[in-house]
């Protein structure tokens, strides 16, 4: 004896939506230091962002005076590749003989 067909048959397709998760940006953060020349500082960022000469000079003005600037704002890959390639210009060639550090950098994420 055969079984009696169900009227409504079970959803076998469930609904996956697939959401790309994007991540939340990172910001590359310069740091003021008291060693490192304003213009060493200035070129830095201006050879790793090609930002303009008076946008770089903000910057530089920001970190100076407030600490830290946000120089960058991006994917967590490209920031680090950002930091790294900042901490890569060394320190200021003007400034090394007085023990000048690599400028400092870090990456945080903007939420």
Sequence with gaps: MASP????????????ETRTRRQPPYAVILHNDDVNGMEFVVS????????SVEKCVELMM??????????????LEVAELKADQIRSCGPD????AKG????????????
Aim: hydrophobic share 40%; net charge negative; glycine share 8%.
């Design 100 to 111: 000048a550090p690599t400028l400092g950098v870090s990456v945080e994420p903007t939420a």
């Design 44 to 51: 830095v960022i201006r050879k790793i962002f090609g930002y």
């Design 93 to 96: 060639p003007v400034q090394k």
């Design 5 to 16: 067909i169900p009227d409504v048959l079970p959803d076998t397709e469930t609904e996956n």
């Design 62 to 75: 920001e970190a100076h005076e407030k600490g830290r600037a946000v120089v960058w704002i991006g994917a």
